[in-house]
């Protein structure tokens, strides 16, 4: 069976420092891999994702991750983040042959003045 | 477009009762999904279906009904409300298996 971890439960961060939000999944088949960010008292927007090609993937608001099938993970980074930016951020897999994601219990990104 | 719309946004029932979670998407999507949230689990995944009169039990189904009889419409019903179904509910769609999900505002649900 598939599982996520996000190994942080709170990251709390400077104001224009850069973070690093940790994903790892577990699966024995080829993935889809997914961010997806919650503002307060909002429902889910996607982030990026990552399907096929570059395990280099760009996102919206400056957000990337990377896949490394190696370490089964998927990290967040942000090379300089805002006060906007404070919301919980989540990772999600799939498989490639069903619809079905599993979600991980989420990151709060916590950005401090 | 609206996206995907969620009525109500906050229901408070009592143990026993029903009621249904109203759900709708603009958007044409074959697929929709409902899911549940609770502090330090991410979402759990209910039902879903894959277009209309379709649908599957996800993750944690026992409790909950769902039906698509049209595109649009994707309702989530409560048989005998319990305590452990307090959460917050979304309903999402996509245009396909590998699509970006659009997530409803959710609805905050208590039971006492």
């Known amino acids: 069976a598939q599982s996520v971890t996000q190994l942080d439960s709170q990251v709390p961060v400077f104001e224009e420092a850069p973070v690093e939000l940790r994903c790892n999944y577990s699966s024995s088949v080829s993935v889809y891999l997914f961010w997806y960010v919650q503002y307060p008292n909002q429902g889910l927007q996607l982030l990026l994702k990552y399907l096929s090609g570059s395990t280099l993937v760009k996102g919206i608001n400056g957000f990337e991750a990377e896949f490394n099938k190696s370490q089964t993970s998927f990290h967040l980074r942000k090379p300089s983040v805002h006060i906007s930016d404070t919301a919980e951020y989540f990772c999600a897999v799939s498989d490639t042959s069903n619809y079905q994601l599993i979600w991980g219990a989420g990151t709060k990104l916590i950005i401090k003045p | 477009n609206a996206g995907v719309t969620q009525t109500p946004k906050f229901q408070v029932l009592k143990t026993g009762q029903s009621m249904t979670l109203q759900c709708a998407q603009d958007?044409?999507?074959?697929?929709m999904s409902w899911y549940r949230q609770d502090p330090g689990m991410g979402l759990r995944l209910i039902h879903y279906?894959?277009?209309?009169?379709?649908?599957d039990q996800g993750e944690v189904p026992n409790g909950y009904n769902v039906s698509r009889s049209t595109t649009e419409d994707f309702p989530l019903r409560l048989l005998s409300a319990a305590p452990s179904q307090t959460s917050v509910y979304f309903c999402?769609?996509?245009?396909?298996?590998?699509?970006?999900?659009?997530f409803g505002p959710g609805t905050r649900l208590t039971v006492l």
């Open positions: 958007m044409n999507h074959e697929y």
């Open positions: 279906s894959v277009g209309a009169g379709i649908t």
């Open positions: 999402a769609s996509s245009s396909n298996r590998m699509g970006t999900q659009y």
